[in-house]
């Protein structure tokens, strides 16, 4: 039993010096954010922010545990796939039919609750969205769908 | 013995479950740009690979008819390869602009409804932009196999109202299944 957690140690400290730690860090003003874009009111950026920008964005806030493996892994994954589906920091860059795509998808998600992800808000409590959070960021995401629309 | 064998097989599986994709290449979240065609002959075979999209757009419509969440998401899948394999040079000037502009947003979309076997109702969603590209495609002078009828069902989506694209006359409701299939009008007809 003990020759187990000894080989089990080792296996962790070694873990720790495989793979490099990529930083999701921009360093940069982002000109393609989806605030320059459209108008978002304080309190949905706020809530995006929280409840969003750590996987959607090019910028994440990484939690001390973020620097020890294998939680450093797990945490890079959810970046890249969040990344690879919605950039909130880009979204000036999509064309107007992909950002109303993405604007549904966004309502979608958090309606349905498959978005912010629960092992995320697990940890996160600032990234729990309430009802009436919801209620607040789908009600912006219709008047932004519209004003797109009639810009087509 | 046993023990040790035990920790490190179960050491392996962590580390090896966790390891994810991080030597995979990026995948570009930015605009995507069609590359350039270095077969000029192929400016005829952009027409064929239209048609074939709209044919497995109809595919899913009718998987979504009969409440088959898997054949829809084949249909997915199918579909996100079509267009992929479509370059907007290879077409005539005034598709291409506006193909480049919907193809991205339909192979984002195929290859949800692709990944959402099991989760109709996400499917459904994804189909009610899905069908909007293709009628823009439609409308901008892309070719199809047969006679299209643009449909309206008014009571999908809280009665938000969606439409879709249809081969046949007769009504034949994706949105609502099997559960009202004859709920709907037709609002357009498309000779292509």
């Given at each position: 039993m003990k020759k187990a957690s000894v080989i089990l140690l080792i296996v962790l400290v070694l873990i720790q010096f495989i793979l490099p730690v990529r930083r999701n860090h921009s360093g940069q003003a982002n000109p393609q954010d989806i605030s320059r874009v459209y108008p978002v009111p304080e309190k949905i950026q706020r809530l995006l922010n929280n409840a969003?920008?750590?996987?959607?964005?090019?910028n994440t806030r990484y939690p001390w545990y973020a620097n020890l493996q294998p939680a450093s892994w797990w945490i890079d994954s959810h970046i890249k796939k969040g990344k690879a589906a919605l950039n909130f920091n880009e979204f000036g860059r999509y064309p107007p039919r992909r950002r109303q795509s993405k604007l549904k998808s966004i309502a979608s998600s958090i309606e349905d609750g498959t978005m912010p992800l629960a092992s995320y808000t697990l940890i996160h409590e600032s990234a729990r969205l309430s009802k009436a959070d919801k209620e607040v960021i789908k009600d912006w995401i219709d008047q932004t769908w519209d004003s797109l629309s009639q810009n087509k | 013995m046993k023990n040790i064998i035990l920790s490190l097989a179960a050491s392996v599986l962590f580390f090896s479950a966790c390891n994810s994709g991080t030597k995979s290449a990026d995948r570009p979240s930015v605009e995507h740009t069609a590359t350039p065609s270095t077969d000029t002959a192929a400016s005829k075979a952009g027409q064929p690979g239209l048609t074939k999209i709209i044919d497995v757009y109809l595919q899913m419509k009718n998987a979504l008819t009969r409440d088959n969440d898997k054949d829809a998401a084949a249909a997915g899948l199918n579909l996100a390869r079509a267009i992929s394999s479509?370059?907007?040079?290879?077409?005539p000037p005034g598709q291409a602009k506006v193909f480049s502009d919907i193809a991205d947003d339909v192979k984002e979309h195929a290859e949800h409804i692709g990944a959402n076997a099991g989760n109709i109702k996400h499917q459904r969603e994804h189909f009610e932009t899905l069908s909007q590209d293709i009628y823009d495609l439609v409308k901008a002078g892309v070719s199809t196999s047969t006679k299209l009828y643009f449909d309206h069902c008014p009571m999908y989506n809280n009665n938000k109202g969606a439409n879709w694209l249809s081969e046949t006359k007769k009504i034949s409701n994706p949105y609502l299944g099997q559960s009202m299939p004859d709920c709907g009008t037709v609002k357009e007809e498309l000779n292509n």
């Open positions: 969003c920008y750590d996987c959607h964005s090019n | 479509i370059e907007a040079t290879s077409l």
